[in-house]
Nanobody
Framework: DVQLQASGGGLGQAGGSLRLSCTASGFTFDEYVIAWFRQVPGREREGVSA????????YYNDFVKGRFTISSDNAKNTVYLLMNSLKPEDTAVYYC???????????????????WGQGTQVTVSS
């Protein structure tokens, strides 16, 4: 089974930055997709960003374009989400997710993913 360990959440200030990390283990194929999702109580989990290991192509939801950057270090099996220009509405629990599937139109859809990390809280103060 694929295991994901997310870290790096915490308290940030509006306009500031935080970086999340997601380390994956237990996968057996070289082509996969790792994404970040976020969720606040009472709302559905929403896709934030994804990265395709095959070509490192990246995908972003409109509400983070230009502010967040996803990247990967394949040697460390780790995906990063650098969050700049934080806003209070970025406050959420952030989850990383893993899939061997293919099909970029679905990379920000939670149903595409089979394995999930435990979540890390991000709180942005105004």
């Amino acid at each position: 089974d694929v295991q994901l360990q997310a870290s790096g959440g915490g308290l940030g200030q509006a306009g500031g930055s935080l970086r999340l990390s997601c380390t994956a283990s237990g996968f057996t194929f070289d082509e996969y997709v790792i994404a970040w999702f976020r969720q606040v109580p009472g709302r559905e989990r929403e896709g934030v960003s994804a990265i395709d290991s095959s070509d490192r192509s990246t995908y972003y939801n409109d509400f983070v374009k230009g502010r967040f950057t996803i990247s990967s270090d394949n040697a460390k099996n780790t995906v990063y989400l650098l969050m700049n220009s934080l806003k209070p509405e970025d406050t959420a629990v952030y989850y990383c997710a893993f899939s061997y599937g293919r099909g970029s139109p679905f990379y920000l859809n939670s149903e595409f993913y089979t394995d999930w990390g435990q979540g890390t809280q991000v709180t942005v103060s105004s």
